[in-house]
């Protein structure tokens, strides 16, 4: 049995049909690379006004992160927009250079008014429009590093447990890792360390991408449910008891 059967060429196929570029109408467009940012920070955005009867996908997005943000300075809608775009296999001329400008000039706004999901859409999106190899490899980095947390954690939630509950010591299973890995040492063992320091090295070496990732990790290590902190509060627990024996 495979987990994508009908191949790999099907999962490219479907992984390509997400990413048909956003079309634009006659007036609609994304601003100048040079567009004043400042008016953006104070202008608020408003709810938007209803859908044309045949809206360009351009104006659906619009619409729909104009609800889901309106409150909240308009610079977040610009930037909503222009990371729907870069998703695509094609986008507007100016649209890297302006996503890298607002984060190069105003990346402290940014992870002021935006949340954590929206950072992480952003961290991401350097992954492939990073200016530089840096930039595009931390990129990649976080994209992996949080889209496997959204995985593991979503499939989790089948246990019945909440995400701050860990697992009690009793109950591991006596059964192998896929993949022929070697199991962690839960007392003594580095994987997760060896994972985030390399990126903290990184990001603090990053002058444009690197206040972002170091705003993401810091939240990862003060979030109270991820695998991260599980297994912290699983290992306490198992030093501790060892300890009184």
Known sequence: MLTYPDGWDAAIARYEARRAPLDFGPDEAFPPLDVALQPLLTRVIAPPAPLPARPTMYARKRHALAEELHGKPEIALLHGLLIASLRKRDWPPQAPALFRRLWAEQGAALIGCLSTRWLISAAITFADHGATEGERRLGQSLKVLFSLLKLT??????????????FRLGH???????????????????LDINLLAPLVVEARDEPVLGPLA???LDRLNADPGTIFRRLRLMRDKLIARRAGR
């Open 153 to 166: 954690e979503f499939e989790r939630l089948y246990s019945g447990l909440d995400p701050a509950t860990p």
């Open 172 to 190: 591991k299973a006596k059964a192998p890792l896929p993949m022929e890995i070697e199991p962690f040492a839960l007392r003594d063992g580095g």
């Open 214 to 216: 170091m705003a993401l």
